[in-house]
């Protein structure tokens, strides 16, 4: 069965804190796996997408990891700030078909404080 | 560039009762996708509708359905509404080639009461 896991669940930092967010996932055949960032009642917005011949992509203070032989990927945030607090969410994508399937963790909650 | 809209942004109805939502995507961005969020849940995939046809469909009941227009909007209904219906419903646009970004538009709250 297709599935993404994420961990924590959710997640309390101090700002100016690094910190990092698990995802680990089963979907086969594998396309490519995305970090999203979602505000409080708004859509989610892409961070990074990584291939299955990449294993580390930066976008800012953000930087995600593969390692598609373990099927694990991280997203690593450096010196956090408060508009950092989001639900952070990993999703997979097949080729099952023309067009994809893409799986969705159910995301970590991460706060900042100040 | 705009981005996906989707109409209404925010919506109250009541049980047994029937909703249409609407989604607009970017320009040039051919396949439209639907999700319900709900905090228990996270991001459930509806369908997926590419060149007005329906080509990907999570498990959700019949109750759910949609559609794709020939500009590429799309609409989704919901029949008989329950109570458990009540969610963030987000649709996204997305190109059909290569790696793909996915867009996201702001969702509608749909409050069932």
């Known amino acids: 069965k297709n599935q993404v896991e994420q961990s924590p669940q959710s997640l309390i930092i101090l700002e100016g804190k690094n910190c990092t967010l698990q995802?680990?996932?089963?979907?086969?055949?594998?396309?490519?796996l995305r970090w999203y960032k979602q505000d409080t009642g708004r859509g989610p917005v892409s961070l990074t997408i990584m291939t299955f011949s990449e294993n580390t992509k930066s976008n800012g203070r953000y930087t995600a990891t593969l390692d598609a032989d373990t099927k694990q990927s991280s997203l690593h945030i450096t010196a956090s700030q408060l508009s950092d607090s989001a639900s952070y969410i990993c999703?997979?994508?097949?080729?099952?078909?023309?067009?994809?399937?893409?799986?969705f963790g159910r995301g970590t909650q991460l706060t900042v404080w100040p | 560039k705009a981005g996906v809209t989707q109409t209404p942004r925010y919506l109250i109805k009541t049980r047994g009762q029937q909703v249409t939502l609407s989604c607009s995507p970017i320009s040039g961005h051919r396949s439209v996708s639907w999700y319900q969020q709900t905090p228990g849940q996270g991001l459930q995939f509806l369908f997926e509708y590419f060149s007005e046809t329906q080509r990907n469909k999570g498990n959700f009941p019949g109750r759910f359905s949609g559609r794709q227009f020939s500009n590429s909007r799309s609409e989704m209904n919901v029949s008989t509404l329950e109570l458990g219906d009540s969610a963030l419903y987000l649709c996204?646009?997305?190109?059909?080639?290569?790696?793909?970004?996915?867009?996201f538009g702001p969702g509608t709250r749909l409050t069932v009461t």
């Open positions: 999703v997979v994508s097949d080729r099952g078909s023309t067009l994809g399937r893409l799986y």
């Open positions: 996204a646009a997305r190109t059909v080639v290569g790696v793909y970004e996915q867009y």
């Open positions: 995802c680990n996932y089963t979907v086969s055949p594998f396309s490519n």
